[in-house]
């Protein structure tokens, strides 16, 4: 079983930056991949970003230039750093690892003011 806790939601204004952080339970050095997803109210949840065990990242279009994902295996945790942030970036963000299962953290919340 893996427990993932995500830390640094919060509220900045249209422009700003935040970083997420998402700490594993246990190592993540053997982790498939982990990643970033996001949901909006009332929409599905989406990928942000992912970044597989050797360190090739992918993002969704809408973040490219934006956000930077990243991982610090001594640490077990997996970053999101986000600049330019807009009104649409607002949504709850998930932390998730794929080793044999997918695991999911609780999500913290990003809102960004216009």
């Known amino acids: 079983q893996v427990q993932l806790v995500e830390s640094g939601g919060g509220l900045v204004q249209a422009g700003g930056s935040l970083r997420l952080s998402c700490a594993a339970s ?22 942000v970003a992912t970044i597989t065990s050797g360190g090739q990242a992918n993002y969704a279009d809408s973040v490219k230039g934006r956000f930077t994902i990243s991982r610090d295996n001594a640490k077990n945790t997996v970053y999101l750093q986000m600049n330019s942030l807009k ?28």
């Open 26 to 47: 246990i190592s993540i050095f053997g982790f498939n991949a982990m990643g970033w997803y996001r949901q909006a109210s009332g929409k599905q949840r989406e990928l």
């Open 87 to 114: 009104p649409e970036d607002t949504a709850v963000y998930y932390c998730n690892a794929e080793v044999i299962f997918v695991y999911w953290g609780q999500g913290t919340q990003v809102t960004v003011s216009s």
